[in-house]
């Protein structure tokens, strides 16, 4: 990784002066000015911003109410509660209504470069119309919950406005969980309706989803839980291209359509579901906190939680922090490459772009397919002005080398956003420097699952920017820095990341545990919500994100608990105990670093390290498994006996400065641990 670029880290850059021209916000006064107001007169604030938006019963008596003291009763955030709205009427009917049925909403770009389609508002209306009719007659009813396993293609836009539509919640579960996530999710989130695809490609991947889910459904139903309907979308059989490696694939001579299993009375084709429905379709009117979806996110004991969003305050947060963030305008083709199934697709591929009415690349490939050029020439194809991806992409595609990224034009780019995990200033500044030709802004936007859009993000025609940081917080977001015992830090210094008060995007609850919620976020310091991460605040005023302080890890963007992966390893009969910790890895950010203590008598042998990776494989998903396993005679732990994961971090990185050992209950462990450390780490 370059390391010749030790002085420009610590410059600050201005915002390109052709984009503060034009910008919504366009130089430091006026964010402190709108930032202030945010705080001051939250109603003034985001009632004005309210006014863009339909609603079938406008905003009357308390427009924000909340309780973030846990010592002071029960924990709540409500925005405009009373007021009446719609999702998907926000995001379509108001937009074809107001004469712009024509415009493109997203230009679909398949795995495969000749794959590729496009949707105007018009079409998407009619399609959500016609499905959310589809859904009423599949016995979905205002408040249901609906599981979408599905790959990023059109239908999962469609399947999740017509859910907002008749106000059925949305649980997406992103395509790359196993059976056993799936299921999990479908039985925590009550659905009874799955929606998926017989498959897709994934660079010369084939994840055959149906086959999944069904094993999904079969777990769900030996655990009780009957699924009534799971409706498939027929993806694999109207793609242009067979991917030219099939054959050399474990099982590849299969063709395009994957057989599956069908379940007459089970399974409907997406198509059929279809069949003679109605083409009009009246919204369902829904309160301001009638709840919009649900997204799971991991849970430090390893369950994950189901992360609740509700329509209004979610619907005023992501529009306005899409429209700031990336200074979003009507002539702006803007691609974020991250899948629907994670927040960053919920909020910035979906309900943000299209509350603003803005044309939009969907991508259903990988960064890396056919060839380490593709995003490159994805953006010279549509001429995307605003791009928004992740550091473990930005530092594989710098990998490459900048030849790859030269050779494309890139003329289009304004703003490239950054997002998932603390982003290195090395990354930062190749972005900067190599794809934006140092003539782009870059917005390393710092959020959560839980926050439901930007909270701490700079404005691109505003924010003098400083490589590695995420700057400054957005409108009515007030951060403060906490220590151990809860005492605020003022000016520069690190500490807990919390938030004072809630913004109208806050999560409202845990799905089925509003307990859980208090627990996790707001009974570790009173009167905050506590984000799981740590921060710097620089004497600018500037926050530095450094990353979780608690027992999660964030490979490539994607949060872990080390519990969820130590349960997955425990399970098998030859471990008696283990421990798991995060590593520093040069393109993921982090990885997996896992210590296994065997049963007494059991050899630790590569097939037993082999079965434990397909375990974490098979009850989590591929992403999550191990990239180092490593034997442990002993695990360090205090008399109490509880696991001392600040000394294993240190073992695993090889760090022998593994300072104060006096809680340690027996030093004898240390030494073999050193000793039997993966090589590589
Ligand atoms: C991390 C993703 C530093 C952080 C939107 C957070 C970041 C977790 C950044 C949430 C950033 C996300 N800088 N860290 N710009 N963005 N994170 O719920 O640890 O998948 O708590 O939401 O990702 O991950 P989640």
């Known amino acids: 990784m370059a390391t010749h670029v030790e002085g420009l880290v610590d410059e600050v850059y201005l915002p390109p002066a052709e984009l503060a021209r034009g910008a919504h916000c366009s130089s430091m006064e006026q964010y402190e000015q709108l930032y202030k107001q945010s705080i001051d007169e939250p109603e003034t604030f985001w009632g004005e911003i309210a006014k863009q938006f339909y609603w079938r019963q406008p905003p009357t008596g308390a427009f924000h109410e909340f309780n973030f ?20 009427y926000n995001c379509l009917d108001r937009h074809v209504e107001a004469g712009h049925g024509d415009q493109v909403a997203f230009y679909w770009e398949g795995n495969e470069p000749a794959d590729s389609a496009r949707l105007t508002y018009a079409e998407l209306l009619q399609r959500v119309k016609r499905f959310s009719n589809a859904l009423r007659s599949l016995g979905v009813r205002r408040s249901d919950s609906v599981a979408l396993y599905m790959p990023m293609v059109p239908e999962l836009l469609v399947a999740m406005l017509a859910c907002a539509r008749i106000g059925a919640v949305h649980s997406i579960v992103f395509g790359g969980y196993s059976s056993d996530a799936l299921a999990d999710r479908i039985l925590d989130g009550h659905c009874r309706l799955v929606i998926t695809a017989d498959g897709v490609w994934r660079g010369n991947k084939l994840i055959k989803l149906k086959h999944i889910t069904d094993h999904a459904v079969e777990l769900c139903a030996a655990r009780g839980h009957p699924v009534e309907r799971v409706v498939v979308v027929r993806h694999l059989p109207r793609l242009h291209h067979l991917v030219p490696s099939v054959g050399d694939q474990p099982g590849g001579s299969e063709p395009y359509n994957v057989k599956t299993g069908w379940n007459s009375g089970r399974d409907m084709w997406w198509d059929d579901a279809l069949e003679g429905v109605s083409d009009e379709c009246e919204p369902e009117w829904v309160d301001a906190e009638h709840p919009l979806f649900m997204l799971y996110t991991s849970g430090s004991t390893g369950k994950p939680k189901g992360v609740l969003h509700t329509t209004a305050g979610y619907m005023l947060y992501v529009a306005t922090t899409f429209k700031y963030s ?3 305008h009507p002539e702006d083709v803007y691609w974020c490459t991250a ?3 994670w927040i960053t697709g919920h909020s910035y591929v979906t309900y943000g772009p299209m509350l603003n009415r803005a044309t939009s690349v969907m991508f259903e490939g990988t960064p890396f397919y056919p060839t380490g050029d593709r995003m490159w020439e994805v953006i010279d194809k549509y001429a995307v002005s605003k791009f928004y991806t992740a550091p473990t992409a930005i530092r594989a595609l710098m990998r490459l080398g900048d030849e790859t990224v030269k050779r494309h034009s890139r003329q289009s780019l304004k703003v490239l956003g950054s997002v998932g995990e603390p982003i290195n200033p090395e990354a930062w500044l190749w972005y900067h420097r190599v794809v934006g030709d140092a003539r782009c802004a870059v917005v390393d936007t710092f959020w959560q699952t839980e926050t439901g859009g930007h909270v701490i993000t700079p404005l691109p025609g505003a924010t003098p920017t400083k490589p590695g940081s995420a700057c400054r917080p957005f409108f009515g977001v007030q951060p403060a820095l906490l220590d151990e015992q809860g005492e605020e830090i003022h000016g520069p210094g690190e500490g807990y990341l919390v938030f004072r008060r809630p913004w109208p995007g806050i999560m409202r609850t845990v ?38 302080i608690d027992d999660m890890l964030n490979v490539s963007g994607h949060l872990l608990s080390t519990a969820q992966i130590e349960s997955a390893l425990i399970e098998h009969p030859d471990v008696s105990e283990t421990a798991v910790v995060a590593a520093p890895h040069s393109v993921k950010g982090e990885c997996v670093y896992c210590f296994v203590t065997t049963r007494h008598g059991v050899a630790w042998t590569e097939q037993l390290q082999k079965q434990l990776i397909l375990k974490v494989r098979e009850r989590i998903a591929p992403f999550a498994a191990p990239d180092y396993l490593q034997y442990a005679p002993g695990l360090p732990k205090t008399r109490s006996g509880k696991i001392m994961r600040r000394v294993l971090r240190k073992i695993a990185q090889g760090d022998r400065d593994l300072g104060d050992l006096s809680t340690l209950a027996d030093p004898g462990v240390i030494e073999p641990l050193f000793e039997h450390r993966c090589a590589g780490a």
């Open 69 to 88: 003291d846990a010592s002071k009763g029960r924990i709540f955030v409500e925005w405009m509660k009373g007021a009446q709205t719609n999702m998907s």
């Open 326 to 328: 990336f200074d979003f």
């Open 339 to 341: 899948d629907i199934g």
């Open 511 to 548: 799905f089925g545990n509003h307990e859980r919620f208090e627990t996790t976020y707001f009974k570790k310091f009173n009167g905050f919500y506590c984000t799981g991460d740590g921060a710097r605040r620089d004497e600018d005023g500037y926050i530095w994100v450094t990353g979780r």
